[in-house]
């Protein structure tokens, strides 16, 4: 039955009109920012920015470290689905005084744009990240993901426990998803052919306000400027396809069955009002990985790190330097 209701929106969408895709050259003088840099890897130029005391962004003061000899604490950042590294904004200017900050737009997102191999597994992402890295110079860091980031963030520490310093999953995917959840229905969405198609073309403002709201705890702080930054970003040449490509790549996450394999110290960030992975997921992730803790916030949504990063960052700053979390399970 959904399915087929599914299916009728394709006239609706058709009616709609069409909406292009924007210049990649003025996507970037928005986006790409003073820090931002364009690293050719695969075929492709990789957006990303590498803040914290060797790179300080613009406006940010870094304190002397007491040993210039020694290398400061690094950790690398994954966003989510129809996302970009703009959701980590908040935790850089948090972090980068005292840290090693790097993240990237993953491929079929932000500036990124599509892979050329058009393979979108977690497999294949996995493969691309260790290039990343290695290309980055990162040889021992942590790495936190929000979403989709969260699950190539814990198949990156399982293939690399050895380079991996800690692990912080932000409402993370990992589980397959229980039908109906908002997550789910996205998902099927994107995965059905001529609905993926359509969204080619698809005036997608609307789409974008409407997750964005239900994604966020409080969805006052959906302001106008924040749907146009993800609305633009999803309309760089070829990111709608790649959108609908990650989706089929894997019908339902995989590996999960090794997390009690994890031999990586791990936080667990979640938001209370998450409508798209349910919060039963947290515990799970709790459970299977050895050692782990979880931190739930009651008030927000799927994007905890964009929504709060103030107290989201000071949180994983906490954990990484060894200290308790308030409100940790």
Request: proline letters at 9%; one cysteine or more; aromatic letters at 8%.
């Amino acid at each position: 039955m959904r399915r087929r209701l599914l299916l009728l929106l394709a006239p609706l969408l058709m009616l709609a009109g069409c909406q292009t895709d924007l210049a990649l050259v003025d996507l970037k003088a928005r986006w790409a920012g003073p820090s931002s840099r364009f690293l050719p890897m695969d075929g492709i130029e990789v957006h990303w920015r590498d803040e914290g005391p060797a790179n300080p962004a613009p406006g940010v003061v870094v304190a002397p470290r007491a040993n210039p000899d020694t290398e400061p604490p690094a950790i690398l950042l994954l966003h989510g689905t129809g996302s970009s590294l703009h959701t980590w904004d908040g935790w850089a200017r948090r972090m980068s005084p005292s840290m090693r900050v790097v993240r990237l737009d993953l491929p079929g997102f932000g500036l990124t744009g599509p892979h050329p191999s058009g393979d979108y597994s977690g497999t294949a992402t996995v493969d691309f990240l260790e290039r990343f890295a290695n290309a980055a110079g990162l040889k021992r860091f942590a790495i936190a993901g929000n979403s989709l980031g969260g699950y190539y963030a814990w198949r990156f520490a399982l293939r690399h426990p050895d380079r991996v310093s800690g692990l912080i999953l932000i409402d993370a995917v990992g589980y397959p998803i229980e039908p109906g959840a908002s997550g789910a229905v996205a998902l099927e969405l994107a995965r059905m052919p001529v609905i993926s198609e359509l969204m080619r073309f698809a005036p997608i403002r609307g789409i974008v306000e409407r997750s964005l709201k239900d994604t966020y705890g409080d969805d006052t702080k959906v302001t106008p400027e924040l749907v146009d930054r993800y609305e633009q970003l999803m309309l760089r040449p070829g990111n709608r396809t790649a959108m609908g490509d990650r989706a089929r790549a894997e019908r339902r996450p995989l590996g999960w069955q090794r997390l009690p394999e994890m031999r990586v110290p791990t936080l667990i960030q979640w938001g209370g009002e998450d409508r798209w992975v349910p919060i039963g997921h947290a515990e799970r992730f709790r459970a299977d990985i050895p050692g782990s803790r979880l931190v739930v916030y009651p008030s927000l949504g799927h994007l905890p790190m964009e929504e709060d990063p103030r107290t989201t960052a000071d949180d994983a700053m906490t954990f990484l330097r060894g200290g308790a979390v308030p409100g940790q399970k």
